[in-house]
């Protein structure tokens, strides 16, 4: 059952997409399918219409929720209490009880009640621009992993929902560093609808405590403030920033995509 204040979210929610616009790349597959020309063909689409995306999206926002914001961590935190109300509503529930997979299939497509799909990815996009608008070594790209870890982008090839050669963000000084806006915005929003749209959802939410409830409602956020804080270094920290240090580049790249598939496998077991 849904909160009473997301009840009247959702009836607002749905006047605002009434005209929002579709993203309507050329191949509607999820990109771990598609041929790498095919996927750098939706990549062109991508580069093609972010800017014009990232403007629509602000202004929408300023024009139906009267949500400004910016390039920094004011701004995306001004984002990610805007999606604390709203972002769980922009994901459909199937019949399952359980999000569809659109926002990596494009099926059922990203319109009617779908429609929300846009509005995430945008998401996505504008944090990934406040990123590199900070960080400006980085860039876009749709495939960084191939050329440096190939075991690893093989199993995320074979992975559903793990956005493989969808775009991401590359340029750290190490290459196994990256950063995934467009799926942490999707995980994002598919929290909030976990926590905070249903009557159920918000008393589990609620009996957590503190520092776990700011876990869940500062996503977006913490996604936006950790890529600035590893810039330009990319470390991951730990033992593999140690290795890094004292390997050959090649010796160490091997023994990272080698160790995270094997990690996974562990996981699968």
Same mark, same amino acid.
């Given at each position: ?56 999206? *602000?202004?929408? /926002?300023?024009?139906?929720?009267? $949500? ?6 004011? @701004?995306?935190?001004?984002?990610? =209490? ?107 929003? *598919?929290?909030? /609808?976990?926590?905070?749209?249903? $009557? ?6 609620? @009996?957590?405590?503190?520092?776990? =409830? ?56």
């Amino acid at each position: 059952m849904l909160r009473p204040q997301a009840w009247l979210r959702k009836k607002w929610l749905r006047r605002a997409l009434r005209d929002y616009p579709l993203y309507d790349p050329p191949h509607k597959v999820e990109e771990r399918l598609l041929s790498r020309e095919q996927a750098a063909e939706n990549f062109d689409y991508f580069m093609s219409v972010r800017h014009e995306r990232v403007a629509y999206f *602000r202004e929408w /926002l300023r024009r139906y929720f009267c $949500v400004s914001i910016w390039p920094d961590e004011k @701004g995306v935190r001004a984002l990610n =209490r805007w999606g604390n109300k709203f972002a769980g509503l922009l994901v459909l529930v199937g019949p399952d009880g359980y999000p569809t997979g659109s926002y990596y299939t494009y099926d059922p497509p990203w319109t009617g009640e779908n429609t929300g799909y846009n509005v995430i990815f945008d998401m996505g996009i504008t944090t990934g621009e406040f990123i590199i608008g900070n960080c400006p070594n980085l860039h876009w790209d749709f495939d960084p992993i191939s050329p440096v870890l190939p075991r690893r982008a093989e199993k995320l090839k074979q992975s559903a929902g793990m956005g493989f050669q969808r775009p991401r963000l590359t340029g750290f000084d190490d290459p196994v560093s990256e950063g995934v806006p467009l799926h942490n915005a999707y995980g994002f929003a *598919r929290q909030m /609808l976990s926590n905070m749209v249903t $009557v159920e959802g918000y008393r589990r939410y609620s @009996g957590r405590p503190r520092g776990m =409830r700011r876990m869940t409602r500062d996503q977006l956020l913490s996604g936006f403030t950790a890529t600035i804080r590893i810039y330009p270094s990319g470390d991951l920290g730990g033992e593999i920033d140690e290795l890094r240090r004292h390997m050959e580049p090649q010796e160490y790249l091997k023994f990272v995509d080698r160790i995270s598939v094997e990690e996974e496998d562990d996981d699968d077991e």
